[in-house]
């Protein structure tokens, strides 16, 4: 009989799990089509007429109107719309009008080095705010505690540019610690597999290649890092104490528990229940919010990239390079709801 009722209860369990994840999903598909529609519009309701950032204004009026005619800007703007959507659907993100490349061997060559800086950026990040966030909640009051209040509020407060000038004028030309540009150094030879320089170079076993890397990763990646951080030390340290506070800590210290095990085991834990959201979220802006600190530090990555499409009024590009900001943000959203839903069940009713 009890085994019935576990039976009958894992199957409840799953299948509304299941209908969870099928209901994100279904959610994400209206709410990709509204930024896409959106974004189609306001690039072509914005000052500034791509074929003219193209030719320069020097070509005669003739040459303008064909050049206009193959990229279909004379067509209506629903004809263009929805040729645009029928594209989508066959996967085509079209052809940058600058380079007259395939938007997606662009997007290819650009989105993993921005993956790469943004998930070192998001190690740091949550190294600090984790340990820090904890070890404060844990101190609350003490010179651990104001310390890490005033770090936040510092930090929260600090452009990200300013921060990046500042990491370039210290540790790359004052102390000569660390490169203050680029990827890797042009001596070094590297194959490139996924275009991922710290994971192409350990699956090479390229040493050398891979100290380079790291060195021109630890600049912007620690800027990018370091701003993050003072939003997640705040919000692990504030839930950290709620959760000190509960009866179960309390029933944890009476049945003598050590001390970590209780802030590690049981409070930290259960913290990051609310924050697993937030952070999810922050991940997913730290690939758009990464724009500064790619310029500063000339790093080839989406956020240069994009800023160069806008210039030149690269519709295709534009749009490319969105739509795969958004499916990133969808997809660690749909991730970080799941992963919510299985630590705590009452998230999928």
Known sequence: MTDTLHAIYTGVITLSLKAYIITRILLAIPMMLILLTLIFFILRIMPGDPVLAMLGG????????????????????????????????????????????????????KFPATIELTLFGFGIALLIGVFWGASAAYKRDEALDVSARVYAMLVYAIPA????LMFQLIFGSILKWFPIAGRISPTINLKVITNIYLLDSILTWNLPAFWDALKHLILPGSVLGIIVSSVFLRMIRNNTILMLNQDFVKAARARGIKEKAILYGHALKNAFIPVMTMMGLQLAMLLGGAVLTETTFSWPGMGRYLVMKIRYRDFPAIQGAIVLFALVVVITSIIVDVINALIDPRVRY
């Open 161 to 164: 540019f300013w921060l990046a």
């Open 58 to 109: 020097r070509a005669s009026v003739e040459t303008m109107n064909k050049l206009r005619h193959k990229l279909g800007l004379d067509k209506p703007l629903v004809v263009q719309y929805l040729n645009y959507l029928a594209s989508l659907m066959k996967g085509d993100l079209g052809t940058s009008t600058m380079t007259s490349r395939p938007v997606w061997e662009e997007l290819k060559d």
